[in-house]
């Protein structure tokens, strides 16, 4: 196994089994789960309605038969995210990553426009291929500057920098917008093929760019003909809770939106939905080979199916409001951490140093250690590794949530008392 693919935790953990939002490891230790395999468990674990649609599937002996062939159910799924999307006559392609949808949507773009130039934002993250990683900016997963792409980076989720402090989002937006234009008069050669963001940066530690920005943004480049591709590999289904593609918080519909991770609810899939002459586009022909495959669309239907008859959009939105006015209240105020953020069920805790407030990887890891100790699983991120990142499936019920809140205020003061006390924070590694 490569050296580059990391595991979380000093001992780690192999999970076994799952039921409900919990996972049991391979010790006998059950975890109520704030990271659910990447936001990718979107539904929680074992769920009858896709358990039995997947096994009703696997009864009928087809697993794969390539898109030479109909698939009803990738058809149907098809035209219900072209309906979900709100783009106009839009048409579906599905793949099996997050990478693979952005490469797709990267192609599409660069193809229409008849340009390699494409405007990212900094601190983002697409995926590990060759293409997307031309498209991240964040150095800690950006192992080369080879690039099919030319890309130039733009403001719009680093409000922190000492640079853009004291602005109001008003004037933070002004300053973005006039930077874009500076970007697109100067730095580029014209014809710039499309803007690719995320609306809540994932791997950036949550990071995210005040509503309407990224619609001020979408004004300049309408102008230029240039495409706007959503990212919504961590944001989409109704996670953020106010809206169901998180896209929709800056009140844009954009030209193209990738997916991925939660639709399946841990079967591969992912794809990209796109206005259908973008779609049509490709002069050449393509293919994915598992793509949309069998099992994987019939997933993803049923997974679909359950959060919007659950309406676990409104849940997301409730939840994740009551968990951000608790960590406000209980653990910002705390030396050792930063700042609170986040957005419906994808919520975010950055630590720092107690005294220089310098952004604290190691305590990030302390707490980590202490909230598997307490029975919680939670994540990481952010451009200095110090973001904890939690977004637990949507079916999180409210007594889970309670129970989730008060082990992460619990662990972050065990890490602070011996982070403030100087004997390098606990389990600090
Ligand atoms: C926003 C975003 N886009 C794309 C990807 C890549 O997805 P995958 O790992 O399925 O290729 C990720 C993965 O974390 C992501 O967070």
């Known amino acids: 196994m490569p050296g580059w693919v990391a595991l979380y935790y000093d001992q780690p953990i192999e999970l076994v089994s799952g039921e409900g939002n919990r996972v049991t490891d391979s010790g006998g230790r059950s975890y109520l789960d704030f990271f659910a395999g990447i936001l990718t468990n979107m539904i929680g674990y074992n769920v009858p309605e896709v358990r039995d649609a997947v096994q009703r599937q696997l009864s009928t002996g087809i697993v794969h038969t390539s898109t030479l062939y109909l698939i009803r159910q990738q058809v149907e799924l098809a035209e219900r995210i072209a309906r979900l999307s709100g783009i106009e006559d839009a048409k579906v392609f599905f793949v099996n990553s997050g990478t693979e949808a952005n490469e797709t ?168 939905v796109a206005r259908g002459s973008l779609m049509d586009g490709l002069p050449a022909a393509g293919i994915s080979t598992f793509g949309g495959n069998p099992l994987a669309t019939t997933a993803a239907s049923a997974t679909l199916s359950y959060v919007l008859d659950h309406d676990l959009q409104a849940s997301a939105r409730a939840l994740g409001r009551l968990i951000l006015d608790g960590l406000r209240e209980q653990a910002a105020p705390l ?68 129970e989730g809140l008060a082990i992460l205020v619990d662990a972050i003061s065990a890490v602070d008392v011996s982070a403030s006390a100087g004997d390098g924070g606990g389990q600090a590694r």
């Open 105 to 272: 949507a990267l192609l599409l773009a660069a193809c229409a426009r008849r340009s390699d130039q494409v405007l990212a934002m900094r601190g983002s993250y697409h995926g590990r291929s060759f293409g997307a990683v031309a498209i991240t900016g964040n150095r800690a997963w950006k192992p080369s500057s080879l690039s099919p792409l030319n890309v130039h980076y733009l403001h719009g989720a680093d409000r922190h920098l000492p640079v853009f402090s004291g602005m109001t989002d008003g004037e933070y937006i002004a300053a973005c917008v006039a930077d874009l234009r500076q970007v697109l008069a100067t730095a580029t050669a014209g014809d710039v093929a499309c803007l690719i963001a995320e609306p809540v940066q994932g791997v950036g530690g949550f990071t995210m760019a005040p509503d309407g920005l990224l619609r001020a943004y979408q004004e300049v480049l309408g102008a230029h003909g240039i495409l706007f591709i959503s990212d919504e590999v961590q944001t989409g289904w109704g996670r953020t809770g106010d809206s169901f593609w998180g896209i929709g918080n800056h009140g844009v519909t954009p030209d193209i939106m990738t997916f991925a991770k939660g639709l399946g609810n841990g079967f591969a899939i992912g794809g990209v």
């Open 335 to 402: 030396p050792v951490v930063g700042e609170v953020r986040g957005r419906g069920l994808m919520f975010a805790v950055d630590l720092v140093e107690p005294g220089s407030g310098e952004p604290s990887p190691r305590l990030a890891t302390a707490v980590l250690e202490e909230t598997r100790a307490r029975g919680l699983l939670i994540g990481k991120g952010g451009l200095s590794g110090n973001a904890l990142r939690m977004a637990p499936p949507l079916t999180l019920t409210e007594a889970e949530a309670k």
